[in-house]
C-alpha cells in the first residue's frame, strides 16, 4: 500500500522544522496528504499548590498557551509556502497528555514523524518516542536533533538481526524500501561464528527483497567496544543512508531500560532519520 498520509508532530522548534522540511519532501515523493499536529499539555498545578490559584490566573495562563498554540499554527503553514509545497494540508491542535495524544494519533496515518526530543527554546519535551512507538501500533520517522534536511537520495539502511522486532519494521518499511534505489541490509556480528551465521540468514533476506525488485545488498559489520549500535551508527554516518530501519526492543522493555541496548542507543545518539516500529 502506497504512502498517501502522513502525519508531523510539530511544535515550531528548529527540529521540528527540520522533519517538517523531510515530510514535505516525502509528501512530494508520494503525492501524500500532511497533517501537523501540535499537542498542549493542560494548564495544571500539582498538590496544594492549585487551590492558592485564582480561576483568573489559571484563565490568563490557558489563553497564554492558546496564543502560543496559535503562533505555531501560523510558523507550520509558513515554513510550507516557504517550501513551495501545494498538496493538501490540515492542521490537529488538542490538550493533553502529548505522548498520550501522539500515541492516539498515529494510529490514523501512515506514518508519522517528529524530531528527536524535539523541545522549544531549549526546553525538554514531555514526548518519549519510544512509548509512542511501542504503543501505537504503528511506525514512526524521528529526525536527529541537528540534522540538515536534504533531498532524497533514494537510499536506506535496514538493521537486521533475524529476530522478531528486525522482522517487523522490515515489513512496516516496505511502502517505503520498494521506492529505494539503494538497501543495504546490515548485520553487526560480535564474533567471526556469528558473523558466518549471519551472512548466511543476510543472503536470505537479501534474496526475498530482490524479489520485489529492491536492489539489495548485505553487509556484515564486526562489532565495536560501543556495541552494535555504535557500529550501525558510525556505518550510517559514514555512507549517509536518507534513513536507517530498525525494529524496537528486541528485548523486554525492562531490560533495555536496565541495561542499554541498540534501541536505546540508536534512539539517544541518532545522526540520521530511524524510522522505527515495535
Not at 73 to 97: K, N, S, Y
Not at 116 to 127: E, F, L, P, T, V
Amino acid at each position: 500500500m502506497a504512502i498517501k498520509d502522513l502525519a508531523i508532530s510539530y511544535n515550531g522548534g528548529v527540529n521540528a522544522d527540520t522533519a517538517l522540511c523531510m515530510a514535505v519532501k516525502m509528501c512530494k515523493k508520494y503525492d501524500a496528504m500532511l497533517t501537523g499536529i501540535y499537542v498542549s499539555a493542560p494548564v495544571h498545578f500539582e498538590g496544594k499548590i492549585e487551590r492558592w490559584i485564582s480561576s483568573d490566573t489559571l484563565n490568563d495562563l490557558q489563553a497564554a498557551e492558546d496564543k502560543l498554540a496559535g503562533s505555531i499554527r501560523e510558523t507550520f503553514f509558513a515554513r510550507i509556502a516557504e517550501a513551495g509545497h501545494e498538496g493538501e494540508v490540515e492542521w490537529l491542535q488538542e490538550r493533553g497528555r502529548p505522548t498520550e495524544v501522539l500515541t492516539r494519533r498515529s494510529r490514523f496515518f501512515d506514518l508519522m514523524l517528529m524530531g528527536q526530543q524535539s523541545s522549544i527554546d531549549g526546553k525538554k519535551a514531555h514526548i518519549r518516542a519510544e512509548e509512542i512507538v511501542t504503543r501505537s501500533g504503528k511506525p514512526i520517522v524521528i529526525v536527529p536533533n541537528g540534522y540538515v534536511c536534504r533531498d532524497i537520495t533514494e537510499y536506506a539502511v535496514v538493521a537486521w538481526d533475524g529476530r522478531r522486532a528486525a522482522a517487523r519494521a522490515l515489513m512496516d518499511a516496505m511502502q517505503i524500501l520498494e521506492t529505494k534505489r539503494r538497501l543495504d541490509v546490515v548485520t553487526v556480528a560480535n564474533d567471526p561464528a556469528e558473523a558466518e551465521t549471519d551472512a548466511v540468514e543476510g543472503a536470505t533476506i537479501v534474496r526475498h527483497l530482490q524479489r520485489h525488485g529492491i536492489d539489495a545488498r548485505r553487509i556484515v559489520l564486526q562489532t565495536t567496544r560501543e556495541g552494535k549500535g555504535k557500529a550501525l551508527l558510525e556505518y550510517c554516518r559514514e555512507h549517509k543512508p536518507d534513513v536507517l530501519v530498525t525494529g524496537a526492543y528486541g528485548h523486554s522493555r525492562l531490560r533495555e531500560d536496565l541495561f542499554g541496548g541498540v534501541t536505546r542507543h540508536i534512539m539517544q545518539e541518532m545522526n540520521v532519520p530511524v524510522f522505527v516500529s515495535h
